[in-house]
């Protein structure tokens, strides 16, 4: 089983604040996915991680994959409203995928 | 160009019925994933089809089969529901087998009394 941990599970803030929400593993992975799915909607790719120690940065949205491959981080900075959904991490292994349970976030206005 | 489209947005059904979910790729994918969502969950990876083929199966009941058509398009079928049947069916299309760059569509929210 190549289990994903996601957390916290749940997030309130207010917009302006900063946030960061984590997936780790025991496994190590080649890559790792991050997806928001909004209320209603599937889940939408943001990013792909692939080596040890990356960090990517997608507006103000910074994802980094651990040096062992076995962990990640998304840090929101000054979200906003638009940024509330479900994240999610997966990543693809022996010809299945798996995704966390992920991280419910609501920014409050 | 066209998304991942599904049908039909929403579904009820009886314990022991039989169910059929649809699901049409963006154009120029060959392969399709099915996933099942329950409420507060991660999506649970079903199976995967690529180019008519199973390419992958989640721990899922045989109950729980599928179908990739000449275009690209597939069937999610489930046999005797159960009530933990519930939920959000999820499928995703991408340009090919593997751990390709998935499009999902918005789902199918199954409802099983």
């Known amino acids: 089983t190549q289990l994903l941990e996601q957390s916290p599970q749940f997030l309130s803030i207010q917009e302006g604040e900063n946030l960061t929400v984590y997936c780790n593993s025991s496994?190590?992975?080649?890559?790792l996915q991050w997806y928001r799915q909004e209320p209603g909607e599937g889940p939408v790719l943001l990013v792909t991680?692939?080596?040890?120690?990356e960090v990517k940065k997608l507006k103000r949205l910074t994802f980094q994959f651990g040096d062992a491959r076995k962990d990640s981080s998304l840090h929101i900075t000054a979200a906003q409203p638009g940024d509330t959904g479900l994240y999610l991490c997966?990543?693809?292994?022996?010809?299945?995928?798996?995704f966390g349970s992920g991280t419910k976030l609501n920014v409050k206005p | 160009e066209t998304g991942v489209t599904q049908s039909p947005t929403h579904l009820i059904k009886t314990r022991g019925q039989q169910v059929t979910l649809r699901c049409s790729s963006q154009?120029?994918?060959?392969?399709v994933s099915w996933y099942q969502q329950a409420l507060g969950q991660g999506p649970q990876f079903i199976f995967q089809?690529?180019?008519?083929?199973?390419?992958g199966r989640g721990n899922f009941p045989p109950r729980f089969s599928g179908l990739q058509f000449p275009n690209y398009s597939s069937e999610l079928n489930v046999n005797a529901l159960e009530l933990d049947d519930s939920a959000l069916y999820l499928c995703?299309?991408?340009?090919?087998?593997?751990?390709?760059?998935?499009?999902f569509g918005p789902g199918t929210r199954l409802l099983v009394l």
């Open positions: 995703a299309s991408s340009l090919s087998g593997g751990g390709e760059t998935q499009y």
């Open positions: 496994s190590v992975f080649s890559s």
């Open positions: 991680v692939v080596t040890g120690g």
């Open positions: 997966a990543h693809y292994n022996f010809n299945k995928f798996y």
């Open positions: 154009s120029g994918h060959n392969t």
């Open positions: 089809y690529y180019r008519e083929e199973e390419n």
